[in-house]
């Protein structure tokens, strides 16, 4: 009798644990259409217009502009040096 009443309620729990993650799952795959919307947004953005200004603008806003993680977000308040070293190298470009 005892053991049952154990086996209902670690059943309820990983219930309600089930349901949780199902919870989760839901809110990640919401966050990751986002994700996907704003990369093809960025992508869309640094395609038009003056690429240096765009680019400049998108770092400035938080996120990486180097190639090897373009569009991912930047740690608040961290510079990164493939950014800062690519954007220096479209500024050279951009002023010939
Ligand atoms: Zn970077």
Do not use: W
Not at 16 to 32: C, F, G, S, T, W
Request: proline letters at 2%; glycine letters at 4%; hydrophobic letters at 35%.
């Amino acid at each position: 009798m005892k053991l049952t009443e154990s086996l209902i309620e670690l059943e309820e729990k990983l219930n309600a644990i089930l349901a949780e993650v199902r919870n989760l799952k839901m809110h990640i795959y919401a966050l990751e259409e986002e994700n996907e919307r704003l990369r093809a947004k960025l992508y869309e953005e640094r395609a038009q217009g003056n690429a240096f200004d765009n680019l400049s603008r998108l770092y400035d806003e938080g996120f990486h502009v180097c190639p090897p993680h373009f569009a991912r977000a930047r740690k608040a308040g961290n510079d990164c040096l493939f950014c800062i070293s690519f954007l220096q190298k479209e500024r050279k470009q951009n002023n010939k």
